[in-house]
């Protein structure tokens, strides 16, 4: 059976992970090896606000080894992330060049969507016990270094994400100087993140029902030999940890004793989540990034097929975020359909995939939530809400794309040269914008009264022209008077005129 050795690299906040799998089609993923290297990068970032010069120089010592033990796996594959400690640092850009150049590993630093994305798909690679679990009312807490992300999910649909600023590290490094003049950890801890635990169930909670709780972080996994336990058994767990000397739990159960200092803030903030949430089962995969690191991989080469689609996930959170701004339902179904088929009929033309294709769904979701903040400026309001709002799975540089095509569906649009001067965006991804905001455009002014006029639409590409037929008795002078711009915009964007033939009815 033919396999693919992988390498995943996880440069966290306060360790070093790499793990290396086999992936096959048969087999799926197996994990055969587990290194860890214990250093607190989000220490300094975290206080100083940069990553120290020894620590730089100790992190490429252990990557280094890192690549030597991958070589001797003969791994055929890589891919090496790091997470807030470096994406925080002011000195980011100075380290990865260095890094790089020291070790000559491509590190890509992931945006916090991007890494809960991951740390997601870790969990949902166990596709039968997730897909099982979120048949009822379920949240995921996902403790990391320096925030936690909840994600919230109702009758098998993702229905809201947020992340709040209250990691392990990032706790334990601020309630460390007031522990030592007042004592209390638990206490303190407890006390700094209810308030924030409950403000998430007070505005996105409300009056569902959550009855599972699935907690991720590292060496959670490590305290429980099931992954599925009891209140009572997570209480016990709890007691053996944090109401006990360090020495005492890393014996118990088996870790090492400096990791105790972050596991007992971890268990203080899961405690805290399942009381608010009032959980009655608790679910600990015992997963982290690099697993969702290696799975993404493999789904990306076709080597694991996904038993659980990502995309719609994506899609139910901004479909949230329209909700959230009381965006308009049936404008928003026929604008998809009609965009969705522009961009389906021009494939040849504009060379886009799939994953332009997604961006071009959330920009015709999101496309009036600036309305919402004011209707005599919608398109910069729209592009500061999608700036401003994370959507899981989504990089910023997506998300800023997104909003550029929200913004230019009803304001001039700029040419490179000039957008430039405000964006870092590259000539492909100002292209990737002008295509879809062009699609967006045209979509729009087919439903500019809200009236869905045109809910029986087929879209067609004739020689150079794309011709939308619609089916309606309804009068569309509005519809094709506007059109015009539109299309002219389309038309330069693509070289392709766009028309709209009404089919008559007797």
């Known amino acids: 059976m033919q396999y693919t050795l992988f390498g995943a690299i996880d440069i966290g906040s306060s360790e070093m992970e790499l793990k290396i ?72 850009v100075i380290l990865l060049d260095y890094l790089e150049k020291k070790t000559g590993l491509k590190i890509e630093v992931l945006d916090n969507a991007e890494q809960r994305f991951l740390d997601y798909k870790s969990i949902a690679a166990q596709a039968n016990e997730f897909n099982r679990i979120i048949e009822k009312g379920t949240a995921i807490l996902d403790v990391g270094g320096g925030s936690v992300q909840v994600s919230l999910f109702d009758k098998d649909s993702l229905v809201s994400t947020q992340n709040i600023r209250i990691g392990n590290l990032r706790i334990r490094e601020r309630v460390a100087a007031m522990e030592h003049m007042y004592g209390h950890f638990e206490e303190l801890v407890q006390e700094l993140t209810r308030s924030e635990l409950q403000n998430f169930k007070k505005m996105y909670v409300k009056d569902r029902e959550v009855s599972n709780v699935i907690l991720v972080g590292d060496y959670l996994g490590g305290l429980s030999k099931k992954q599925s336990v009891s209140l009572e058994e997570f209480q016990t767990i709890y007691d053996g940890v944090v109401h006990v000397e360090p020495s005492v739990a890393a014996e118990r159960f088996e870790l090492p004793e400096e990791s105790i200092s972050l596991i007992v803030p971890t268990l203080i903030i899961c405690s805290e989540f399942i009381s608010a949430m009032g959980a009655e089962s608790i679910w600990m995969p015992g997963l982290n990034l690099n697993d969702g690191n290696a799975y993404d991989y493999a789904q990306r080469k076709r080597i694991i097929r996904a038993g659980h689609n990502f995309d719609e996930d994506i899609l139910a959170s901004a479909r949230n975020i329209a909700k959230r701004y009381q965006c308009s339902k049936s404008h928003i179904r026929i604008m998809e359909n009609l965009g969705l088929q522009i961009f389906d009929r021009m494939k040849k033309i504009h060379g886009l995939g799939s994953r332009e294709r997604l961006l071009l769904q959330i920009a015709v979701i999101l496309h009036g939530c600036g309305k919402y903040i004011s209707l005599s400026d919608p398109a910069d309001c729209s592009y500061q809400i999608i700036m401003a709002t994370e959507i899981i799975g989504l990089s910023r540089k997506e998300r800023e794309i997104i909003a550029y095509i929200v913004k230019f569906n009803t304001t001039e649009f700029p040419y490179y040269e000039e957008l430039s001067r405000e964006t870092d965006l590259d000539r492909s991804e100002y292209l990737t914008v002008a295509k879809l905001a062009a699609i967006l455009r045209v979509a729009n002014a087919c439903d500019r009264s809200h009236k869905q006029k045109f809910e029986n639409v087929k879209v067609s590409l004739k020689d150079k022209e794309l011709i939308i037929q619609v089916d309606t008795p309804e009068d569309i002078t509005l519809e094709r008077g506007l059109f015009t711009e539109k299309a002219a915009f389309f038309e330069e964007v693509f070289s392709i005129r766009t028309s709209i033939h009404q089919k008559k009815h007797i």
């Open 21 to 92: 799998f086999e992936l096959s089609r048969g087999k799926g993923m197996r994990e055969i090896d587990c290194i860890r290297n214990r250093l607190e990068l989000g220490k300094d970032t975290y206080a100083t606000g940069k990553i120290s010069t020894e620590k730089l120089e100790e992190l490429c010592l252990v990557l280094n080894d890192f690549i030597s033990i991958m070589k001797s796996y003969k791994v055929e594959a890589y891919r090496a992330y790091t997470t807030s400690a470096i994406r925080e640092a002011k000195n980011r």
